[in-house]
């Protein structure tokens, strides 16, 4: 089993993670926090092999706390800053994604630390069921089953979600929905 943490400021980002993190076989969580002054205390206490890490938390430098972890633990930085993607790089991160994290770059990233990992493909990929969406003030997560999706209504740059009573609007383009859900769907808006 690969040991997970997640370190992230953002509940909604955490749970994600952690959703992603339950669908794969062979990665385990074993222990999530808001607060990136916690990383030395986690790392000992459970002994990661991944850690997943807000870049910005905490009014401190994620790439300052990162470095102090041993070798063995590989990272991958989840942050909305795409401005901190070279700094990571050279702290040896393993991967660099953006949020909102989609679950085949989440996939990609689990892949490039641990290559010979199998992962669920086709009929299993959580992209097939469900996509996440940004909505209401920043990093609020919302979950969206395709399945019970009636329909989509494209405002310019938002798209309103419509399932059952609910609506759920995003700042999301209707060309970036429609590439969004390209490679899992044969759906066109």
Known sequence: ?????????????????????????????????????????????????????????????????????????????????SEFAVKSYKLNAIAYLMKPIEYNRFLKAVRRAYGTMTFPSGGDNVDDDYIFVESGRKGNMVRISLDELEYVEGLSNYVAFYSGKQKITTYLSPRSLEHKLSSSRSLRL
Request: hydrophobic residues 50%; aromatic residues 8%; proline residues 4%.
């Open 1 to 81: 089993m690969i040991k997970c943490l997640i370190i992230d400021d953002e509940q909604p980002a955490i749970d994600v993670i952690a959703f992603y993190i339950k669908r794969v076989l062979g990665l385990e969580l074993v222990a999530t926090s808001t607060k990136g002054h916690n990383l030395n205390a986690l790392a000992l206490q459970h002994n990661p092999n991944l850690v997943f890490f807000d870049i910005r938390i905490d009014d401190v430098s994620g790439l300052e706390l990162v470095g102090v972890l041993p070798d063995h633990i590989k990272v991958i930085f989840c942050t909305a800053y």
